[in-house]
C-alpha cells in the first residue's frame, strides 16, 4: 500500500462504532461461506462419499473376485456350462445385495443426519455412491467375464450379457422395494428379497433354458433393464424429502 492510498484513506476514513463493526464482519463471513459452499467439485463430492463407505464393502468385494476366480480356475472348471453361469449369476447378486445394503445405510442408520451437515447432501452423497458402486459392479462383471471365457469356451460378451441383465433386475427389484418402504426399508427386508430373486433366477435358468435364447434376446433383455433400472433409479431422486423417519 503506498503513502498516496494511505492518505487518502486518512482523508475519506468513516468512524463507525464496535455494534456496527461486527455486523460488519459477521456479513462477510456469512458471505464467505455461502461462496464456500457454492463451490462444487466432483472429485471433492467422490472423496466425500467414499468417505462414508465402510472398509469392509470394498474388502467384501475384493473378496468375491479372490473366491470367485479360485473357484473358476481349480474347482468348477470341469463343470457344466450351467453351473458356472448360475455360480457367476449369485455371485454377482451377493455383490450387488452388499453394495445396496451400504448404500440404503444413510436412511436405515440415520447417517442422513451427518451427510446432510456437509457441503454436499444426501441426494448428492446418494447419486455419486450410485455412480461409484455401479462402476464396481460393472469392473467385478467384467473380471469375471475374462476370466470365464476360456473355462466356458465362449466369448466375453456372452458372458457379459449372461451377467448385466440378472444384475439390472435384481437392481430394479431391490430399487423398487425401497421406493415403497423408504422409510421402513431394513437389512432383512433386504436379504430376504435378494433370497426369493436369487431361488427365482435360478429357477426360472433351469424351467425355460434361457441360455439357449439368441443373444438378440439376451440384448433387448439388456436394453430393455437397463431403460427400466434408469427409470426407476430418476424417479427415486425426484423424491423431495429424502430423510429417514424414525
Not at 5 to 15: A, G, L
Not at 73 to 89: C, D, H, R
Not at 178 to 198: D, E, H, K
Request: aromatic share 14%; hydrophobic share 55%.
Amino acid at each position: 500500500m503506498t503513502n498516496k492510498t494511505i492518505k487518502k484513506m486518512k482523508t475519506y476514513e468513516v468512524n463507525i462504532d464496535e455494534i456496527h463493526k461486527q455486523k460488519i464482519i459477521k456479513l462477510g463471513k456469512q458471505e464467505l461461506i455461502q461462496t464456500q459452499l457454492c463451490r462444487h467439485s466432483l472429485l471433492d463430492l467422490i472423496r466425500s462419499s467414499i468417505q462414508f463407505t465402510r472398509l469392509h464393502t470394498w474388502f467384501i468385494q475384493f473378496a468375491l473376485l479372490i473366491l470367485t476366480t479360485f473357484l473358476i480356475t481349480n474347482v468348477i472348471n470341469n463343470e457344466s456350462f450351467l453351473f458356472v453361469i448360475q455360480s457367476l449369476t449369485v455371485i454377482v447378486i451377493f455383490s450387488v445385495i452388499f453394495l445396496i445394503d451400504e448404500l440404503l445405510r444413510s436412511f436405515t442408520s440415520g447417517m442422513w443426519e451427518l451427510e446432510q451437515t456437509l457441503k454436499y447432501d444426501l441426494r448428492q452423497h446418494t447419486i455419486i455412491k450410485l455412480f461409484i458402486f455401479g462402476m464396481v459392479d460393472f469392473l467385478l462383471i467384467s473380471c469375471l467375464a475374462f476370466i470365464s471365457q476360456g473355462v466356458l469356451e465362449i466369448s466375453f460378451w456372452k458372458i457379459i450379457l449372461y451377467l448385466l441383465v440378472p444384475f439390472n433386475i435384481i437392481c430394479i427389484v431391490l430399487f423398487s422395494l425401497f421406493t415403497i418402504w423408504r422409510n421402513t426399508f431394513s437389512s432383512a427386508v433386504l436379504w430376504i428379497s435378494s433370497g426369493i430373486v436369487i431361488v427365482s433366477v435360478l429357477f426360472i435358468s433351469n424351467f425355460f433354458n434361457i441360455y439357449e435364447l439368441e443373444m438378440k434376446f439376451w440384448g433387448a433383455g439388456y436394453i430393455l433393464s437397463l431403460l427400466f433400472l434408469m427409470i426407476v433409479v430418476k424417479d427415486q431422486l425426484k423424491v423431495k424429502k429424502w430423510e429417514a423417519l424414525f
